[in-house]
């Protein structure tokens, strides 16, 4: 089985930045979309961005378009989602999944396998 192991949650002020790994192991996601969504108290878990396997086009939410930034090194099997110009609307719990499909998926229920989370809280 596959096991995806998130990091580099934390605290930081608005207009701050933080940068978001998700190391993968067990088993190759080479091949695997990866996605990133994040869930916030009393709210769905909600995509965020995800990438396809190649490192082709990312996709992003609205609300992270022209902050955040999706990458891959299939080489060091890590998914990376750099965050800048935080705001407190981003402050949740960010998961990194991976999805055995060629495409990126925005839905929840495309993706196989999920890490346990990280804390991200934005202070105004």
């Known amino acids: 089985q596959g096991q995806l192991v998130e990091s580099g949650g934390g605290l930081v002020q608005a207009g701050g930045s933080l940068r978001l790994s998700c190391v993968v192991s067990g088993r190759t996601f080479t091949f695997y979309a990866m996605g990133w969504f994040r869930q916030a108290p009393g709210k769905e878990r909600e995509f965020v961005a995800g990438i396809p396997w190649n490192g082709g086009r990312p996709v992003y939410a609205d609300s992270v378009k022209g902050r955040f930034t999706i990458s891959r090194d299939n080489a060091k099997d890590t998914v990376y989602l750099q965050m800048n110009n935080l705001k407190p609307e981003d402050t949740a719990v960010y998961y990194c999944?991976?999805?055995?499909?060629?495409?990126?998926?925005?839905?929840?229920?495309?993706?196989?396998?999920w890490g346990q989370g990280t804390q991200v809280t934005v202070s105004s």
């Open positions: 999944a991976a999805d055995h499909s060629v495409i990126v998926h925005m839905s929840v229920n495309e993706y196989d396998y």
